[in-house]
């Protein structure tokens, strides 16, 4: 059985994306995010340990509890963010 998020944000696209999430962020304690991009591209920028991926409808992000990162759209965009309160399996990550 594929393991759910508990919550997940609207729909964001370029425009709407807001600021805090543009801005170094984390998630709380015992929660994961998966980054789910439905159109477009997303620069996903973990800051500890420093990495970077970009993130498309095929590759979505996962954010560790309490990872600190931030994002940054490249051009036109959907996307959205799902919360787990346990880590996702790999269903999770290729569903959405």
Request: proline letters at 12%; hydrophobic letters at 35%.
């Amino acid at each position: 059985m594929t393991i759910q998020p508990y919550r997940s944000t609207p729909l964001f696209d370029e425009t709407s994306l807001p600021a805090a999430l543009r801005a170094r962020h984390s998630t709380k304690a015992g929660v994961w995010g998966v980054i789910r991009v439905l159109e477009g591209e997303l620069r996903l920028t973990y800051l500890d340990p420093p990495s970077e991926r970009i993130l498309d409808p095929r590759a979505p992000g996962l954010i560790l509890p309490e990872q600190p990162h931030q994002v940054e759209p490249m051009g036109p965009l959907k996307m959205r963010v799902d919360f787990y309160d346990q880590q996702p399996d790999e269903a999770a990550l290729a569903g959405g």
